[in-house]
């Protein structure tokens, strides 16, 4: 018998536009996973500013991911949707791992050598503890499943590796305050369908992203049908027809990221995309697609602006939200104070 209820429990940045990656690899699986589970779903602020924000963007992107959440179908009421700065534990217990985790662990991390490049001595300490941060986030909760892209691979396995290290080392005392064997759960990511790793549409190898300085290489949620329909025209393919099997995709990213991306946006298989699409040249397959694109994000981007247009609503749900997080995540802070052996009121 564990002692974990099934919990999901995920995050994304306000940093940049959210874009079809964000949208397939995670926005839509959060949407999908409220129907079996409790979820809490968290715009993470404060990873966010590991490198620098202009404070007015942080504010207005933090709107706009919850906005995003809410109008793909997130419901904030039966589940929760908060801003992470504004409950004190994921500070508070990062910090406790921040003791846990071991340098080699961190110094493993791809995404941090991508993001500090060259210049690592210039990096924020915060960038190095990011995925520390995570792991707070998500064991806050003491959640059990997590839905992410393949990107965040890593960073869960390093979570997991957290809370079987607190486990360990504080075993005894564990015991002794009545928690059994295991404080924290192990975590399982949850990285399915056909859009776990979503690529740019001018470079397959490449992973579809905020942070690339060509606007051609993203969908983003907030673009209109005219400026999607224009991407996926110039999105980069081979001279090739679609094969009938995906065996017949190996070898050509560019061409295995938009079917991908069609099976992900039509809620189905990439192998049902090639029955359909098998021996057709991209001059149809790209209408169909963007056809296919503007169908499902142009209701959510129009939602997206009836939202924003009221930006007391957002914050009223964040903070309602923040006040049922903060609940949860208090009584967890709670307990692991009493296993390290920190004094707190009773
Ligand atoms: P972030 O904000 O970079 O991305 C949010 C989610 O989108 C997924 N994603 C993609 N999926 C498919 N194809 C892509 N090209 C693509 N780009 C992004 C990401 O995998 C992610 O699921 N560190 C996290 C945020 C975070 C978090 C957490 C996630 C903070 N705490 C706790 C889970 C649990 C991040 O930067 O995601």
Same mark, same amino acid.
């Given at each position: 018998? $564990?002692?974990?209820?099934?919990?999901?429990? %995920?995050?994304?940045?306000?940093?940049?536009?959210?874009?079809?990656?964000?949208?397939?690899?995670?926005?839509?699986?959060?949407?999908?996973?409220?129907?079996?589970?409790?979820?809490?779903?968290?715009?993470?602020?404060?990873?966010?500013?590991?490198?620098?924000?202009?404070?007015?963007?942080?504010?207005?992107?933090?709107?706009?991911?919850?906005?995003?959440?809410?109008?793909? +179908?997130?419901?904030?009421?039966?589940?929760?949707?908060?801003?992470?700065?504004?409950?004190?534990?994921?500070?508070?217990?990062?910090?406790?791992?921040?003791?846990?985790?071991?340098?080699?662990?961190?110094?493993?991390?791809?995404?941090?050598?991508?993001?500090?490049?060259?210049?690592?001595?210039?990096? %924020?300490?915060?960038?190095?503890?990011?995925?520390?941060?995570?792991?707070?986030?998500?064991?806050?909760?003491?959640?059990?499943?997590?839905?992410?892209?393949?990107?965040?691979?890593?960073?869960?396995?390093?979570?997991?590796?957290?809370?079987?290290?607190?486990?360990?080392?504080?075993?005894?005392?564990?015991?002794?305050?009545?928690?059994?064997?295991?404080?924290?759960?192990?975590?399982?990511?949850?990285?399915?369908?056909?859009?776990?790793?979503?690529?740019?549409?001018?470079?397959?190898?490449?992973?579809?992203?905020?942070?690339?300085? %060509?606007?051609? %290489?993203?969908?983003?949620?907030?673009?209109?049908?005219?400026?999607?329909?224009?991407?996926?025209?110039?999105?980069?393919?081979?001279?090739?027809?679609?094969?009938?099997? $995906?065996?017949?995709?190996?070898?050509?990213?560019?061409?295995?990221?938009?079917?991908?991306?069609?099976?992900?946006?039509?809620?189905?298989?990439?192998?049902?995309?090639?029955?359909?699409?098998?021996?057709?040249?991209?001059?149809?397959?790209?209408?169909?697609?963007?056809?296919?694109?503007?169908?499902?994000?142009?209701?959510?981007?129009?939602?997206?602006?009836?939202?924003?247009?009221?930006?007391?609503?957002?914050?009223?749900?964040?903070?309602?939200?923040?006040?049922?997080?903060?609940?949860?995540?208090?009584?967890?802070?709670?307990?692991?104070?009493?296993?390290? +052996?920190?004094?707190?009121?009773?």
């Amino acid at each position: 018998m $564990t002692r974990f209820a099934p919990r999901v429990f %995920s995050g994304v940045q306000p940093t940049g536009n959210l874009h079809l990656g964000n949208y397939l690899g995670a926005i839509v699986r959060f949407v999908e996973m409220q129907e079996t589970h409790d979820c809490i779903y968290c715009v993470v602020d404060m990873h966010a500013i590991t490198v620098w924000q202009d404070p007015a963007e942080l504010t207005r992107a933090t709107r706009e991911v919850t906005a995003a959440f809410l109008a793909a +179908g997130i419901d904030p009421v039966a589940h929760i949707v908060f801003n992470q700065s504004q409950v004190h534990v994921h500070a508070e217990l990062a910090w406790v791992f921040n003791c846990v985790a071991r340098m080699g662990w961190l110094n493993r991390m791809t995404q941090f050598k991508e993001k500090a490049g060259k210049d690592r001595e210039n990096a %924020s300490v915060g960038l190095f503890a990011y995925p520390n941060l995570m792991a707070a986030d998500i064991l806050a909760y003491l959640a059990t499943h997590v839905p992410v892209g393949e990107d965040q691979k890593q960073h869960l396995e390093l979570a997991r590796d957290i809370a079987a290290k607190f486990n360990h080392d504080f075993a005894e005392s564990i015991a002794a305050n009545g928690y059994g064997e295991e404080f924290f759960p192990i975590t399982e990511p949850l990285i399915t369908g056909p859009a776990t790793r979503v690529m740019s549409l001018r470079d397959g190898t490449r992973k579809m992203s905020k942070s690339d300085p %060509s606007d051609y %290489s993203r969908i983003n949620l907030t673009d209109d049908a005219e400026a999607i329909a224009l991407k996926l025209r110039k999105a980069k393919t081979d001279p090739e027809p679609l094969p009938s099997e $995906t065996d017949g995709l190996k070898g050509r990213a560019e061409a295995e990221n938009l079917v991908g991306i069609y099976a992900a946006l039509a809620g189905e298989t990439k192998e049902a995309v090639l029955r359909d699409y098998g021996g057709a040249q991209f001059s149809n397959f790209k209408p169909a697609l963007a056809d296919l694109a503007v169908a499902k994000l142009a209701p959510i981007a129009g939602e997206m602006r009836r939202l924003l247009a009221d930006p007391g609503h957002i914050d009223a749900v964040l903070v309602d939200g923040a006040d049922r997080a903060s609940e949860i995540a208090m009584k967890t802070m709670d307990g692991v104070k009493d296993v390290i +052996g920190f004094i707190r009121k009773k």
